[in-house]
């Protein structure tokens, strides 16, 4: 069973630039969380997915921070524009519907760096 | 607010010692506890995991975890480390199935040769 898939593993812009990250979940997760990991400190969660329904996104900075789950698989989180705070981890998980409080898989994360 | 908390952040130990590293949570009611792994330029790794029954849980590679509820801990522990055993550990729980899991800080761990 192929794990979460994320892409780009390493990014590096300038503050003000928009970044996009990318998540594919292992097949037939409907949950798919995105976190955020500050370094030294242990992910934090951002938003949750339903399917395609973000169930949970109250952790979310709205005002540069968007995702979305279009058809129910596949992720994308945004930062627009990127601050030099938002550098961290940005990790993508999943898990089979009303099970993530059992177990999350794992992605490999994007390694964002704003200079 | 419910808050899971790791004691140590950084551990360094020789091959063949004991190891244990403490997690203490704040929730109420019925809670689910978790030991992730991050080993060197590799993603989060579920080591083990508690919901009920036995408090004395075991996971892979040799670990296992204790849970006390009076005491509000979920310790990890393993009688004999090795050198590949050098890696992050982090202590998360959750009181719901849907998985809002709160994470420790997380303790870095280096196994001497």
């Known amino acids: 069973e192929a794990g979460v898939v994320q892409s780009p593993r390493y990014k590096i812009i300038e503050k003000k630039q928009p970044v996009a990250f990318w998540c594919n979940p292992i097949?037939?997760?409907?949950?798919l969380y995105w976190y955020l990991q500050n370094l030294g400190q242990g992910p934090e969660l951002l938003i949750r997915?339903?399917?395609?329904?973000?169930?949970?996104d109250s952790q979310l900075p709205k005002d540069r921070f968007s995702a979305e789950r279009l058809k129910g698989v596949d992720s994308t989180l945004k930062i627009q524009p990127a601050e030099l705070g938002d550098s961290a981890v940005y990790l993508c998980?999943?898990?089979?519907f009303g099970q993530g409080g059992y177990e999350q898989y794992f992605g490999p994360g994007t390694r964002l760096t704003v200079t | 607010a419910q808050s899971v908390s790791q004691h140590n952040h950084h551990v360094i130990l020789s091959e063949a010692a004991s190891l244990e590293l403490g997690c203490n949570y704040s929730?109420?009611?019925?809670?689910?506890l978790f030991w992730y792994v991050q080993y060197p330029g590799q993603h989060l790794q579920l080591l083990l995991k508690?919901?009920?029954?036995?408090?004395l849980v075991k996971g892979i590679k040799g670990f296992e975890a204790e849970f006390i509820k009076s005491k509000f801990s979920f310790n990890l522990r393993k009688p004999s480390v090795q050198w590949s055993d050098t890696a992050e550990y982090f202590c998360?729980?959750?009181?719901?199935?849907?998985?809002?899991?709160?994470f420790g800080a997380g303790t870095q761990v280096v196994v001497t040769p």
């Open positions: 998980a999943s898990s089979r």
């Open positions: 097949s037939g997760h409907n949950t």
């Open positions: 997915y339903e399917n395609e329904e973000a169930v949970d």
């Open positions: 929730y109420g009611g019925t809670v689910n």
């Open positions: 508690y919901f009920s029954g036995d408090p």
């Open positions: 998360a729980g959750t009181t719901d199935s849907w998985g809002k899991l709160q």
